[in-house]
T-cell receptor, first 114, second 116 residues
């Protein structure tokens, strides 16, 4: 089955700096890669996603890049703000006729310090 | 309802007791997932339901765990003879399925289970 590895497990940055979180996946059939943000005590929520036919996607201060050959994808947050502090999860998803399981990485605790 | 609803939000039980956790997905969502999140840990896949297909149970950690989905809507996750290591937040998520839809999962608030 799919295996998703995520690094780093914790990340501390100064407000205004950039943050980068990296993930690798094992199943070459995976074709959809979402990122979820989970604030303390809250439910995970989708913040950005990318499909396998696209190499990069941006939405304001966040962007995601995908390298299908190397099977890795990354989340980039620019001009970080205190409200960006949360746990971020990457995931890999395969749309097939059978199981459409979304496998998550282990999460990155991002702390944005003033 | 407007979102995924889970109940109870908190459950404290004694070791050895059975518990049932309920998930009411967003109306029209045919895909339903259960995940487990232990304190400070990631999202561990448990089980996946898609329409009338046989569920993907590959993530259930032991035969004490089971889940069903009645009428393609509400799902119940049952844990028999609970153990302390079962203590975690159990998250349910639903997704629209079919071509043309995004893969976004909508999560419930979770059911926090504490086994004493």
């Amino acid at each position: 089955g799919e295996n998703v590895e995520q690094h780093p497990s914790t990340l501390s940055v100064q407000e205004g700096d950039s943050a980068v979180i990296k993930c690798t996946y094992s199943d070459s059939a995976s074709n959809y890669f979402p990122w979820y943000k989970q604030e303390l005590g809250k439910r995970p929520q989708l913040i950005i996603d990318i499909r396998s036919n696209v190499g990069e996607k941006k939405d304001q201060r966040i962007a995601v890049t995908l390298n299908k050959t190397a099977k890795h994808f990354s989340l980039h947050i620019t001009e970080t703000q205190p409200e960006d502090s949360a746990v971020y999860f990457c995931a890999a998803f395969t749309f097939t006729g059978g199981g459409n399981k979304l496998t998550f990485g282990t999460g990155t605790q991002l702390k944005v310090e003033l | 309802g407007a979102g995924v609803s889970q109940s109870p939000s908190n459950k404290v039980t004694e070791k050895g007791k059975d518990v049932e956790l309920r998930c009411d997905p967003i109306s029209g969502h045919t895909a339903l997932y259960w995940y487990r999140q232990s304190l400070g840990q990631g999202l561990e896949f448990l089980i996946y339901f898609q329409g009338n297909s046989a569920p993907d149970k590959s993530g259930l950690p032991s035969d004490r765990f089971s889940a069903e989905r009645t009428g393609g809507s509400v799902s119940t996750l049952t844990i028999q003879r609970t153990q302390q290591e079962d203590s975690a937040v159990y998250l349910c998520a639903s997704r629209r399925a079919g071509s043309g839809y995004t893969g976004e999962l909508f999560f419930g608030e979770g059911s926090r289970l504490t086994v004493l």
